[in-house]
């Protein structure tokens, strides 16, 4: 854990090679699909849908059931493809995602016990916050990048208000972010997103319509990629 004096100095938190690896990777694709289904025997092909439109990070939320099973199948399916546990709370959660073949863990909330598990096992943890002193509390607390959850009440202009004083923040806004307003939440200076239900929406798995969850996740990677370029040019 870090305090404000080190912030003052320059130091960041230590993060390994390894969890440095996958944060990087994630960030390089700039977008997490959230899946929570209810019935895992779809989610290769959500899977297959969503990298034909280019998202290759994927959270099944461990409150699908099945979760831990479909993680390890989606593993060893395709290794292009970063498989994280979302909806982790606490230790044991935490343990058996990881287990699975989870590459990083998601919380809804701040979980001490789900970042630790996860950093004595050198996998990246992604916590949950909403106000700006939960957001610096999982900061210093090692996260590996913050979730800023439930970001629909919140909109990306609450990125960019919190960033202006705290400019060393990873921020991963979800919930309220969609495939047409994804370029919004990087522009206010999000370093990824994560979609849920506006990208894989449970009808359309239902449906098996899984033509539309390509289109929406190309949607999806081309806005970031449009605003990625943007911000390049400015």
Known sequence: ?????????????AR???????VDALLAHGAVAVVRLSDASRGR??????????VHAIEVTLTTPGALSLIETLRNSDRSLLVGAGSVLGAQPARAAIEAGAQYLVSPVFDADMLATAHTYDVPAFPGAYTPT??????????????????DTLGPAYIKGVMAPMPFLELMPTGGVTPDNVGAWLAAGAVAVGLGSALVDPK????????TITARARKVTDGIAAARAARVTV
Do not use: N, W
Not at 1 to 13: E, K, N, Q, S
Not at 134 to 151: C, M, N, Q, S, W
């Open 45 to 54: 092909d959500v899977a297959a849908a969503l990298m034909a439109g280019g």
């Open 1 to 13: 854990m870090i305090d404000a004096l080190d912030i003052m100095r320059g130091v960041t938190p």
């Open 204 to 211: 359309l798995v239902q449906a098996r319509d899984f033509a």
């Open 16 to 22: 390994s090679a390894a969890r440095r690896a996958v």
């Open 134 to 151: 939960e957001i610096f509390r999982a900061y210093t607390a090692g996260a590996d990048l913050v979730k800023v959850f439930p970001a």
